[in-house]
Structure formats: structure tokens, C-alpha cells
């Protein structure tokens, strides 16, 4: 009787093939992500299609919103912290580290003022990020050390967040008649 493969085990087989393919052909490993939300004028919102169902934005109540709506600077941080929660679960298994209870959380701050137009040199947009590792493990603490270096170094939000890449904000060309 054969023992049953450990999750660590399980990971490894899953991504083998992927790795091998990217050694072999890197650029298979370029993976598009596309994101659009159908704007609604009238209500103020921006409906984005996820495969987890719509996702409703709209206007934070610092900025005249009602709060019945997600906000997209809450919807950034959730994406990183689902990110970082699934880089952190990933490698914790690859590293044979058991978490019996893992929380991520993403604190940041913006001014209103910036977004509204209050004042010209209040910045737009969040101003920092405090990312909150919160384990339950036995690990000991030089092995946690590294699983969050590494969830920092995997994790594609993280990254993109500390390391942005250039944004080109570009109106669509319309088609030919």
C-alpha cells in the first residue's frame, strides 16, 4: 500500500510541467490579465465582471457615496491580500510549514481631499500600505521569516504594488466605418 502524497508533494507535481514548459519557453509564461467595468453615469458606479460574480464600485462615503457600493481603494487592497493570502499558502505548502490559521491584512490611508479636488497638492491616491501577517504555526521563527520574504518576492499584487509598472492611459481607437 502506497502512502498518500503530501500536499508539498501534490504542489510540486501540479507546477512541474508549468516550470518546465516556462524553462523551455519563456515566453509561454507571459499570462495576460484583463480587467472592464461597464460604466453606469446615472448611478455613479463601474460594474466589473469577476469570475466570482459582478462587483458593483462606486463612490466611498469620504467622497459622497452611500458605502452600498464596493470602493476600488478597498478593492485594491482586498486583491492584495487575496494574493498575498494565496502566495503565503502556496509556499507555506512547497516549504512543509503547517499554518493552522493564517490572516492577511492590508491597512492604507488616503486623503479625500487629493481625489475631490480639495487641494491641489493633497495627493491622490493611497499614500501606504501596511501588510499584517497574522499565523498560527509551530514553524519556528528564521522558517516564518523566510515564508514571508517569499510570499513578499511571489506574491504578483506585492510586487506590482512596490515595483509599479509604467500605466498608459490611452482613450480606445474607434473603428473604421
Given at each position: 500500500m502506497s502512502q498518500p502524497e503530501s500536499?508539498?508533494?501534490?504542489?510540486?507535481?501540479?507546477?512541474?510541467?508549468?516550470?518546465?514548459?516556462?524553462?523551455?519557453?519563456?515566453?509561454?509564461?507571459?499570462?495576460?490579465?484583463?480587467?472592464?467595468?461597464?460604466?453606469?453615469?446615472?448611478a455613479l458606479t463601474a460594474t466589473v465582471a469577476t469570475s466570482a460574480g459582478d462587483v458593483v464600485a462606486g463612490l466611498h462615503p469620504a467622497t459622497g457615496g452611500d458605502g452600498t457600493q464596493a470602493c476600488s481603494g478597498d478593492i485594491l487592497l482586498q486583491a492584495l491580500v487575496a494574493c498575498a493570502g494565496v502566495t503565503l499558502s502556496s509556499v507555506a505548502t512547497?516549504?512543509?510549514?503547517?499554518?493552522?490559521?493564517?490572516?492577511?491584512?492590508?491597512?492604507?490611508?488616503?486623503?479625500a481631499r487629493g481625489t475631490l479636488g480639495v487641494d491641489r497638492d493633497a495627493p491622490v491616491g493611497l499614500t501606504g500600505v501596511d501588510l499584517v501577517f497574522d499565523l498560527d504555526t509551530d514553524a519556528a521563527p528564521d522558517k516564518v521569516d523566510r515564508l514571508?520574504?517569499?510570499?513578499?518576492?511571489?506574491?504578483?499584487?506585492?510586487?506590482?504594488?512596490?515595483?509599479?509598472p509604467a500605466l498608459t492611459v490611452r482613450r480606445s481607437t474607434p473603428a473604421a466605418p
Open positions: 500536499p508539498a508533494a501534490a504542489l510540486r507535481a501540479r507546477q512541474r510541467p508549468l516550470k518546465d514548459r516556462y524553462q523551455q519557453d519563456p515566453a509561454s509564461a507571459l499570462t495576460p490579465s484583463t480587467a472592464t467595468a461597464r460604466v453606469d453615469q446615472a512547497a516549504m512543509g510549514i503547517e499554518l493552522r490559521l493564517a490572516t492577511v491584512t492590508a491597512n492604507g490611508t488616503w486623503d514571508l520574504e517569499l510570499t513578499e518576492r511571489y506574491c504578483v499584487v506585492a510586487r506590482t504594488l512596490a515595483e509599479p
